[in-house]
């Protein structure tokens, strides 16, 4: 009988024992629908978040390069409306005015130059008859002056302490190492102990001070330059001398290349203080 049901049992364990293996195989290799229904929703919400992603960055792309090509095309369309128009008319404005400016700075001279000698003649032909009287008019000698010419950039006018300035400004273009420029100087009024020396100076050398000036080269450089001064009433076989003030307060006379109507040419190796003396 115990044999028996030691077989019994044993044939139990042998019928039981692979449905349970088969069980538990299934179990570990084989997904649940939850776990399988997971797996198969994040694939799914991935792909959906790539694609809406790339998408929006698309579309936002699109939006930022389209705003920004359309601020630079406003920008250049207010660039070339300044280019085209604005700028042309304020240089013909500004040709204009110093047109203007130079046809007045000669009237000025030629008025301050002009002089007037009257001569009144009396003659007496007897007692009883009225004297005859002449008043006779006679214009000086020199008083011719030079035409004007642009353009004429930062003319001075004034020289403290002089007594009888002559304007001197820009009359051209500068000619830097050789090499023609659209540069100027910028010329301004100099001090009153600047002008007293260059009196002294005068004195000294037998001439006579007509202006004393200032100038600047802001954003130019240069070993030589060649610089046309527009000097207002310079003439043809007049003699001038030009120097310029050094760092220790002497002046050193620089090269003057030409004096012809209205223009003396020189040639200097920086900006600074010039004196324009006459020599006749």
């Not at 005015?97 to 000698?117: C, F, G, H, P, W």
Request: net charge positive; glycine share 10%; hydrophobic share 35%.
């Amino acid at each position: 009988m115990k044999r028996i049901l030691a077989l019994m049992l044993a044939g139990a364990i042998i019928i039981t024992t692979p449905s349970a293996a088969i069980a538990a195989t299934d179990e570990i290799e084989l997904p649940s629908p939850v776990a399988q229904a997971y797996r198969n929703g994040k694939a799914e919400g991935d792909a959906q978040g790539y694609s809406r992603g790339w998408k929006e960055g698309n579309d936002d792309g699109y939006n930022k390069g389209y705003q920004t090509g359309k601020e630079l095309g406003e920008l250049k369309g207010k660039v070339d409306v300044y280019e085209n128009t604005v700028i042309p008319r304020m240089d013909r404005r500004i040709d204009d005015l110093q047109t203007q400016v130079s046809k007045l700075y000669d009237k000025v001279i030629e008025m301050a130059q002009k002089e007037t000698n009257i001569t009144v003649t009396v003659k007496a032909n007897g007692n009883n008859k009225k004297p005859k009287v002449t008043v006779k008019k006679v214009l000086a000698s020199n008083s011719g002056n030079s035409v004007s010419e642009p353009p004429f950039v930062h003319t001075v006018l004034n020289a403290p302490g002089l007594g009888c300035t002559t304007p001197v400004g820009q009359g051209g273009r500068l000619i830097l190492n050789g090499k023609p420029t659209r540069a100027t100087f910028t010329m301004r009024e100099s001090t009153s102990g600047k002008v007293s020396s260059a009196q002294v100076l005068a004195a000294g050398i037998g001439g006579k001070v007509k202006n004393v000036v200032e100038t600047y080269a802001p954003g130019v450089r240069f070993s030589t330059a060649q610089v046309d001064f527009k000097v207002y009433g310079a003439l043809n076989g007049d003699i001038y001398r030009v120097y310029q003030l050094g760092p220790n307060g002497t002046w050193k006379e620089i090269q003057v290349d030409q004096v012809r109507d209205g223009h003396v040419v020189c040639t200097v190796f920086k900006a600074g203080t010039f004196a324009f003396i006459k020599m006749n």
